[in-house]
């Protein structure tokens, strides 16, 4: 247990809906990061969350959202779904700049 | 750019080898480096990480070497196991910046 935790770990769903994926960063991290892992791709930047702020984007979609709430846990909404939005989606937290990401296990999420 | 790119997509080594993955990053300012290992099913795994002020570092069985005049990160892994067989990221990092993953490259022991 990394101490990062994501739920749901599998999600199926039809494309056109909205979901929300959730995250509990290690114990004292303050620092939220989402990443997105497609079939034999690496691990794509969407959005940075800092203690309830945010702090940086990546390639994150329109149709997809985030937050961080005062108790540092997140959530990433993705709306409109389509089929190329299946993929493995990480919430990771770190305890500051320049260290290391601890990531949760994921939330695998089909679109059929 | 920025990007962070990995030499070979797979390796095969015969367990009790050694095993060097390769890694190479476009960004002199670049400050902080780190592998992870993401087994099956899994998130990735911190294994080893290394400040630009340092050009090598030792952990448990894992060795990473910077050499920051032609912008390149190894990870050395000694006496590999058949647990050792997973996928091998390096990401990059600038103070304040999102690290950045490149590919990956899968290693895979051979028994």
């Known amino acids: 247990d990394s101490g990062v935790t994501q739920t749901p770990k599998h999600l199926i769903t039809a494309t056109g809906q909205r979901v929300t994926l959730r995250c509990s960063p290690r114990?004292?991290?303050?620092?939220v990061y989402w990443y997105q892992q497609s079939l034999d791709q690496g691990l794509q930047f969407l959005i940075q969350?800092?203690?309830?702020?945010?702090?940086a984007k990546g390639n994150i979609l329109e149709r997809f959202s985030a937050q961080q709430f005062p108790d540092l846990h997140s959530e990433l909404n993705l709306s409109s779904l389509e089929l190329g939005d299946s993929a493995l989606y990480f919430c990771?937290?770190?305890?500051?700049?320049?260290?290391?990401?601890?990531f949760g296990s994921g939330t695998r999420l089909t679109v059929v | 750019g920025e990007s962070v790119g990995l030499h070979l997509p797979t390796l095969s080594v015969q367990e009790g080898d050694n095993s060097i993955i390769n890694c190479a990053y476009s960004?002199?300012?670049?400050?902080?480096f780190i592998w992870y290992k993401q087994e099956s099913g899994k998130g990735p795994q911190f294994i080893i990480d290394?400040?630009?002020?340092?050009d090598k570092r030792q952990g448990q069985r894992v060795t990473v070497l910077l050499n920051k005049t032609v912008k390149h990160l190894s990870l050395q892994i000694a006496a590999t196991q058949p647990g050792d067989s997973a996928v091998y990221f390096c990401?990059?990092?600038?103070?304040?910046?999102?690290?950045?993953f490149g590919k990956g490259t899968r290693l895979s022991v051979i028994a």
């Open positions: 990771a937290s770190s305890s500051g700049p320049n260290y290391g990401y601890t």
């Open positions: 114990s004292g991290d303050l620092s």
């Open positions: 969350y800092y203690n309830g702020e945010e702090r």
């Open positions: 960004n002199s300012a670049s400050d902080y």
């Open positions: 290394i400040r630009s002020n340092m």
């Open positions: 990401a990059e990092n600038k103070r304040n910046t999102p690290l950045v």
